[in-house]
């Protein structure tokens, strides 16, 4: 099956830093989204994001297919902005085959 | 607006008794439907998806099952818990069609004791 690995495992920051996760991924999909948990385990997609660029105020997200990698970005960072972020991939559109990478936890310290 | 309820969010249950979660979606109609378990750490395993009422597709065979009772409502059960079914379990929805982003419930942690 496809392989994901998400880097760094673990990032610790400022409030106010910026930061860059990454998703690597071993084969072309077609499905790419992002995740965030909250420490109370609420997962809240980020982005759905195949290819491409999109932004969503301080997070936007780039994918790279055909050299199989996508990066979250996270200006201004704020306390809230800790959690685990994954990223979840698929060959196909649909949502029934995704396999998640194993997350990067980020701690935001005030 | 779509939204998704999963209840209970705690449940502590002993070794061989059973279990019912249920989950349900407003807001939409024919969603796909799926269960999540994530163990202690990060992973998060597929355990059953659901295209339709009576439409259950199970990822991995173990002591667990799941129902579709009706069109927004998903149910995962066990006849008989064992310990290593302790996990923290997440329904999710997404829309029929393609390039449909996944959403999730709050979870159910569940300790087997």
């Known amino acids: 099956g496809i392989q994901v690995e998400q880097s760094p495992p673990d990032l610790i920051l400022q409030e106010g830093a910026n930061s860059t996760l990454r998703c690597n991924f071993s084969?072309?999909?077609?499905?790419l989204q992002w995740f965030h948990q909250n420490p109370w385990g609420q997962l809240i997609n980020l982005f759905y994001?195949?290819?491409g660029t999109k932004q969503n105020g301080r997070l936007s997200a780039t994918t790279v297919a055909t050299e199989r990698y996508s990066l979250l970005y996270i200006s201004s960072s704020q306390t809230t902005d800790s959690g685990v972020y994954f990223c979840?991939?698929?060959?196909?559109?649909?949502?029934?085959?995704?396999?998640f990478g194993t997350g990067t936890r980020l701690t935001i310290i005030p | 607006s779509q939204t998704i309820h999963q209840w209970p969010a705690t449940l502590v249950q002993p070794v061989g008794s059973p279990l019912s979660l249920e989950c349900t979606v407003e807001?939409?109609?024919?969603?796909?439907l799926y269960w999540y378990r994530q163990a202690a750490g990060r992973g998060l395993q597929l355990l059953f998806y659901?295209?339709?009422?009576?439409?259950i597709s199970s990822e991995v065979p173990q002591n667990l099952s799941a129902s579709r009772p009706q069109d927004r409502q998903f149910i995962l059960s066990s006849k008989k818990l064992l310990l290593s079914d302790s996990g923290f379990y997440l329904c999710?929805?997404?829309?029929?069609?393609?390039?449909?982003?996944?959403?999730f419930g709050n979870g159910t942690r569940l300790t087997v004791t």
């Open positions: 999710a929805w997404s829309s029929g069609s393609r390039n449909s982003p996944l959403h």
């Open positions: 084969d072309s999909v077609n499905n």
């Open positions: 994001i195949p290819s």
């Open positions: 979840a991939v698929g060959m196909g559109r649909g949502n029934e085959k995704l396999t």
């Open positions: 807001g939409t109609s024919n969603p796909n």
């Open positions: 659901s295209v339709g009422i009576g439409q």
